[in-house]
């Protein structure tokens, strides 16, 4: 079992707003990688709803990650895509 912290973070951009969101989703992605405890950051977007965008994480502790949450570039991102998404879900799991 793994002692890293796995999270998944699933965001919805309104149909309107699909690149605006995916656009700041990926200016994220440089900065977070340089994080001290970032081990793995990645974005996908689904094949069939190209508003559905899915950062699959690996954390060192739940510390680290809170740094990445209270950081400035992800505050920045959040402000900038908060109307143009219909949901954004960050989910901290366990691998079994």
Partial sequence: MST????FAKVE???DCIELVKSQLLGLIPST???SGCI????HQDNDNLA???????????????????SEHFKACMIAIE??????????????
């Fill in 4 to 7: 890293n912290l796995i999270v």
């Fill in 13 to 15: 951009a309104k149909p």
């Fill in 33 to 35: 990688v340089q994080e």
């Fill in 40 to 43: 793995q950051y990645h974005l």
């Fill in 52 to 70: 559905v965008f899915m950062f699959n994480e690996v954390w060192k502790s739940k510390g680290d990650l809170q740094q990445h949450l209270n």
């Fill in 83 to 96: 109307n143009a998404t219909l949901s954004v879900a960050i989910n901290e799991m366990t691998q079994l």
